[in-house]
């Protein structure tokens, strides 16, 4: 099932591509991450996200929006999102080295992720709570952008302890769906 959502966020991407239109991807994709965060959830949060955020700097989005990922400071006291502490719901997770740590990882990270959609909306004044308009905003994607980091940071740690020949973020990716399907849903 999840790679029915991977080549559907693909042929949307080829899509824009094909009319010029990168923005385009973002408006066939608002129902689909409408229908991810209602039921569907597959693949898990940060596979899900993750391909997202692949095609939106394939189409250069990322570029038109402005997107300026956020930094772990920016959600420390101080920072300008403090109230989504990040040591208090990330600051306990070593380096992942198994499928297993990796999928508690993601489910806090998402649990962070929801709280820290709430924070940056109060601060920027930007609804961020709506999935079919929050994907256009650039905030958005600043937050899934900085996801992406740890995520990837994440799957690094995981592929150097399992699989060291498998060194990029997207081969890892690729292992994973292909490879240990029960996973798929959690990460």
Do not use: C
């Amino acid at each position: 099932m999840h790679i029915g959502v991977v080549r559907n966020l693909q042929r949307m991407a080829d899509e824009a591509k094909r009319n010029g239109n990168p923005p385009l991807f973002l408006t066939r994709f608002s129902p689909v991450h409408v229908r991810w965060h209602g039921s569907s959830r597959i693949p898990g949060f940060l596979l899900f996200h993750w391909h997202a955020v692949e095609h939106v700097k394939d189409l250069g989005i990322d570029s038109m929006l402005g997107v300026n990922p956020y930094v772990v400071n920016d959600f420390r006291p101080g920072g300008d999102f403090a109230d989504a502490d990040w040591d208090d719901y990330m600051g306990s997770f070593g380096p992942s080295s198994t499928l297993d740590e990796l999928a508690e990882y993601s489910f806090q990270l998402e649990n962070w992720h929801n709280n820290s959609h709430m924070v940056i909306g109060n601060a920027t004044g930007t609804d961020l709570m709506n999935p079919a308009t929050n994907i256009f905003l650039r905030e958005f994607w600043n937050l899934h952008f900085f996801i992406n980091q740890r995520f990837e940071n994440e799957m690094k740690s995981y592929a150097e302890a399992n699989h060291p020949t498998i060194n990029t973020a997207a081969a890892i990716v690729r292992h994973i769906e292909n490879s240990h399907h029960r996973y798929v849903r959690s990460i």
